[in-house]
């Protein structure tokens, strides 16, 4: 089974880093790219950023460039999020997502999804 | 703020077809093609139409999607209780080089 399985949840306090993971199995991870979603709570969804662990080629949201950076272990199929200085405004719960691509190309869909990771930062 | 615009709710009685637009620009719907989630309370999103009107495997074909110019739908015909989720639209953005979202549109089956 294709899945994405994610860390479990966190509370920090306002300045404290964090790296949460998102450890994949059922398919070749080193060939798909893992986007990484925010949802506040109670609002919408929010594309933070991309990174193909073929050769960890990284994109980010212009919006939130320099605020989290994402790597990957190709060894152990798992791809991370991580704050050096965590804000009260980074409360959210945080998905990672597989993007959808066939042999002939990739859409800009998200086709697996990992079940999230709740972050609460709080003084 | 949201890039692609959706209304905030929407709603239907069982077996309804219902359908839930999303407007944007040149830059996103315009110019790429739109995918569509639906997430259950407390659930991670699921796909349920990608490039535009193509559905993943298991998704029923009750779900259909469209796009013309600037604007998409989603279409959902027979509607059922298990249907009531927030559903949210997704393009790729030339700018952002990454996918925008809408702000989501939350079903009611009455």
């Known amino acids: 089974e294709v899945q994405l399985v994610q860390s479990g949840a966190e509370v920090k306090k306002p300045g404290e880093s964090l790296k949460i993971f998102c450890r994949a199995s059922?398919?070749?991870?080193?060939?798909?790219?893992i986007g990484w979603v925010r949802q506040k709570p109670g609002k919408g969804l929010e594309w933070m950023g991309l990174i193909y662990p073929g050769d960890s080629d990284t994109r980010y949201s212009p919006s939130l460039q320099g605020q989290v950076s994402i790597s990957v272990d190709k060894s152990i199929s798992t791809a991370y999020l991580q704050w050096t200085s965590l804000r009260a405004s980074d409360t959210a719960k945080y998905f990672c997502a597989r993007r959808d691509c066939t042999p002939t190309g990739c859409s800009s869909a998200f086709d697996i999804w990992g079940q999230g990771t709740m972050v609460t930062v709080s003084s | 703020q949201s890039l692609l615009t959706q209304p905030p709710s929407a709603s239907g009685t069982p077996g309804q077809r219902v359908t839930i637009s999303c407007s944007g620009g040149?830059?996103?719907?315009?110019?790429?093609?739109v995918n569509w989630y639906q997430q259950l309370p407390g659930m991670a999103p699921r796909l349920l139409i990608y490039?535009?009107?193509q559905r993943p495997s298991g998704v029923p074909d009750r779900f259909s999607g469209s796009k013309s110019g600037t604007s998409a739908s989603l279409a959902i015909s027979g509607l059922q209780s298990e249907d009531e989720a927030d559903y949210y639209c997704?393009?790729?953005?030339?700018?952002?080089?990454?996918?925008?979202f809408g702000g989501g549109t939350k079903l009611t089956v009455l």
């Open positions: 040149s830059s996103d719907i315009g110019g790429n093609t």
């Open positions: 490039n535009t009107d």
């Open positions: 997704s393009a790729r953005h030339d700018t952002v080089n990454g996918p925008v």
């Open positions: 059922g398919y070749t991870f080193g060939i798909y790219w």
